[in-house]
């Protein structure tokens, strides 16, 4: 279950939206087994972080409520973990993501656009990552807002940038835009996958702007070539 941001508690009232009348969502098509955005597959990604070397001291949970079993790994150049994709409908209000559409909305998301201005969870492929703490502190592995990230499921990459901060003991949130785009029903009401999605971050990287999905899909089809290389 999908809870509340950082932002949200800090942005208080003033920041929220208007409320817009929900669009009806469209049927997500069922994923085929080899399609992807770049030119690595999903495959190849999989097999790069199929062992684990655990840099999270301890482990976080997917859901509230649920046992903490999903660790952070860590590779010379990127992080991962595999869990479950939350909705995440932050940021600019548009349609499908507003007060009426998600009662936990938040006009706010942690990183901003060039101009200043949140980020659009509907149009912006992004990850949440969860904030720094005893855990993890995803800082201490070259990992802010901006990194870039290819997330798998069910045979597709999505590349993303990092672009909100959630609770600190949970894990497995993207935006609207990302399960979207990977056939996951976005709707932030009862969308997301309850396993299966992997998270990889590459340390250290970052797509500039960072609202730019152009700019994260060519740092992340060059930095997902040399992943799989073990560069």
């Known amino acids: 279950m999908r809870v509340q941001s950082l932002t949200l508690a800090v942005a208080g009232a003033a920041l929220l939206a208007p409320s817009m009348a929900a669009a009806a969502e469209p049927r997500v098509p069922a994923a085929p087994t080899a399609l992807r955005e770049g030119d690595v597959r999903a495959t ?60 936990l909305f938040s006009a706010a998301t942690a990183y901003r656009q060039s101009d200043g201005r949140a980020l659009s969870a509907e149009r ?52 609207y835009a990302t399960a979207k785009a990977l056939g996951i029903d976005p709707n932030p009401r009862h969308g997301g996958a309850p396993s299966g999605v992997t998270y990889i971050v590459f340390k250290n990287s970052q797509a500039r702007p960072i609202e730019s999905h152009a700019a994260a899909v060519a740092a992340g089809r060059r930095l997902a070539r040399r992943f799989v290389q073990g560069e």
């Open 124 to 175: 912006l492929p992004y990850v949440v990552v969860p904030a720094g703490g005893p855990v993890w502190n995803p800082a201490d592995d070259g990992v802010r807002g901006g990194s870039v990230a290819a997330v798998v499921y069910r045979g597709r990459v999505q590349y993303a940038v990092v672009g909100d901060i959630g609770p600190r003991g949970l894990i497995g949130e993207a935006s």
């Open 44 to 103: 190849d990604l999989l097999t790069r972080v199929r062992d684990c070397t655990r840099i999270s001291h301890g482990r976080f949970r997917s859901d509230h409520g649920k046992r903490a079993s999903v660790a952070v790994c860590g590779t010379r150049h990127a992080v991962f973990w595999k869990a479950d994709l939350d909705i995440d409908c932050d940021g600019q209000p548009g349609p499908r993501c507003n007060r009426r559409t998600d009662p």
